[in-house]
C-alpha cells in the first residue's frame, strides 16, 4: 500500500516569505497527487492537483507544486505568503493498482503565518 | 452547484450506542468515499462505493462499522456499538470519477464532528 510523508509538521513563517512544503509518496506505479487545504473551521479544500502532463502544476490563490517522479516528491510553494494563507495543508495521492481508490493523506503540515 | 452535505453537523453519543452518519453527495458523482479524520491517525480511508458495484471496505477499522448507499445517492455510515476511540470527524467525498482511475478528484463535505462519552 502507498504512503504518504509530509516533513514539516508545524512551519511558521513571516507574510511576504516564501514557502516550500515537502510531500514524498511511496508507490512506483502511476499515481495522482493532490493538495488539499484545510482553513480553520472549514472543511477540505482542493488546493491543485497533478494526473499526467506538466509536472509543474498551479493552483488557486497562488500555489503551485512540482511532481518530481525520480523522487517520489511533489512539493508545494508559494513565492510570498499571507496571513490568510494559516491553515493545515495536506498532501495526498491514490494509486493506480494500488488498491483501495480511496486518498492517502499525509499526516498535514500546520501553517502559521505571522504579520 | 451545490457541494457534498452531511448531517449532522455534530453528534454527541454515549459509548456503547449505535450512531448513523448521514452523506448526499454531488449530484451526477457516481463515486462517493468515507474518511475519518482524528488527532492521532489524521486523515484515514475507510469505504468506497463506485456506481452500483459492491463497495471496498478495506479501509475499515472493525466488524462495528458499515455503510450503505442506496440508489446510488445518499450514502449512511453506521457505526454500533461506539467506543471512544470512535471519536472523530467523519468525512464524506464524492467524485464523477470520470475516465476511471485517472481524473479523480474527490469533492469533500464538511464532516460529522462525532464525539463518544
Known amino acids: 500500500a502507498q504512503s504518504v510523508s509530509q516533513h514539516n509538521h508545524h512551519v511558521i513563517l513571516s507574510e511576504a516569505a516564501s514557502l516550500e512544503l515537502g510531500c514524498n509518496y511511496s508507490?512506483?506505479?502511476?499515481?495522482?497527487l493532490f493538495w488539499y487545504v484545510q482553513y480553520p473551521g472549514q472543511h477540505l479544500q482542493l488546493l491543485l492537483k497533478y494526473f499526467s502532463g506538466d509536472p509543474l502544476v498551479k493552483g488557486i490563490k497562488g500555489f503551485e507544486a512540482e511532481f518530481i517522479k525520480s523522487k517520489f516528491s511533489f512539493n508545494l510553494r508559494k513565492p510570498s505568503v499571507q496571513w490568510s494563507d494559516t491553515a493545515e495543508y495536506f498532501c495526498?495521492?491514490?494509486?493506480?493498482?494500488?488498491?483501495?481508490?480511496?486518498?492517502?493523506f499525509g499526516k498535514g503540515t500546520h501553517l502559521i503565518i505571522q504579520p | 452547484g451545490a457541494g457534498v452535505s452531511q448531517s449532522p453537523s455534530n453528534k454527541v453519543t454515549e459509548k456503547g450506542k449505535d450512531v448513523e452518519l448521514r452523506c448526499d453527495p454531488i449530484s451526477g458523482h457516481t463515486a462517493l468515499y468515507w474518511y475519518r479524520q482524528s488527532l492521532g491517525q489524521g486523515l484515514e480511508f475507510l469505504i468506497y462505493?463506485?456506481?452500483?458495484?459492491?463497495?471496498?471496505k478495506s479501509g475499515l477499522p472493525s466488524d462495528r462499522f458499515s455503510a450503505e448507499r442506496t440508489g446510488g445517492s445518499v450514502s449512511t455510515l453506521t457505526i454500533q456499538r461506539t467506543q471512544q476511540e470512535d471519536s472523530a470527524v467523519y468525512l464524506c467525498a464524492s467524485s464523477p470519477r470520470q475516465g476511471g482511475f485517472l481524473y479523480n478528484e474527490q469533492f469533500f463535505g464538511p464532516g460529522t464532528r462525532l464525539t463518544v462519552l
Open positions: 495526498a495521492v491514490n494509486a493506480e493498482g494500488g488498491g483501495a481508490d480511496g486518498l492517502t
Open positions: 462505493f463506485q456506481g452500483n458495484s459492491a463497495p471496498d
Open positions: 508507490y512506483g506505479g502511476t499515481v495522482n
